[in-house]
T-cell receptor, first 111, second 110 residues
Framework: DADVTQTPRNRITKTGKRIMLECSQT?????MYWYRQDPGLGLRLIYY???????NKGEISDGYSVSRQAQAKFSLSLESAIPNQTALYFC??????????FGPGTRLLVL | DAKTTQPPSMDCAEGRAANLPCNHS???????VYWYRQIHSQGPQYIIH???NNETNEMASLIITEDRKSSTLILPHATLRDTAVYYC???????????FGQGTELSVKP
């Protein structure tokens, strides 16, 4: 969905490096989410935010942190990347009915 | 949030209706049934959702049984572009989170 953008789309990094994945949305939604997807598996929730001052941990938040800089921006950071964080990362936004709109994904490889 | 059970894979002939089942026997009264699909590592795409009544939109129809323990997503005239993994998700209302399972891999064949 072009209303939700993610940068970068692909990233290769080394173990121990700090990296940031960024998400922007033009849908005007208050709610934003970060998911990861591993090959052959469904999506798992990392963090979510219901408004700029609200940050919540999801199922698998260890090793990750987030920042909600504005209503439209939600960033995910890997403080010290490790190989098992290699995955496809998706950002999403939702309206009050919780219909979620996903970005195109960031493919991350940690060597 | 209630757990869902879906068949891991299904085939459908192009132009025919695709009926994707989902069991959610532990669903509670305030939980909605959502369907999303994911086409080859793209971001998941919302299809439809419902609470009790059957729902229809331009993409699909959602049939929920009277006891709400199961539902069926119907793609009335499947095309090759409908080949995707389809996720059935049960979640509570405001504040509930989406819990994605394994989904059903639908292959639409010519």
């Amino acid at each position: 969905d072009a209303d939700v953008t993610q940068t970068p789309r692909n990233r290769i990094t080394k173990t121990g490096k700090r990296i940031m994945l960024e998400c922007s949305q033009t849908k005007g939604h208050d709610r934003m989410y970060w998911y990861r997807q591993d090959p052959g598996l469904g999506l798992r929730l990392i963090y979510y935010s219901f408004d700029v001052k609200d940050i919540n941990k999801g199922e698998i938040s260890d090793g990750y942190s987030v920042s909600r800089q504005a209503q439209a921006k939600f960033s995910l950071s890997l403080e010290s990347a490790i190989p098992n964080q290699t995955a496809l990362y998706f950002c999403a936004t939702s309206d009050l009915e919780e219909t979620q709109y996903f970005g195109p994904g960031t493919r991350l490889l940690v060597l | 949030d209630a757990k869902t059970t879906q068949p891991p894979s299904m085939d459908c002939a192009e132009g025919r209706a695709a009926n994707l089942p989902c069991n959610h026997s532990t669903i509670s009264g305030n939980e909605y049934v959502y369907w999303y699909r994911q086409i080859h590592s793209q971001g998941p795409q919302y299809i439809i959702h419902g609470l009790k009544n059957n729902e229809t939109n331009e993409m699909a129809s959602l049939i929920i049984t009277e006891d709400r323990k199961s539902s069926t997503l119907i793609l009335p005239h499947a095309t090759l572009r409908d080949t995707a993994v389809y996720y059935c998700i049960v979640r509570a209302g405001i504040g509930g989170k989406l819990i994605f399972g394994q989904g059903t891999e639908l292959s639409v064949k010519p």
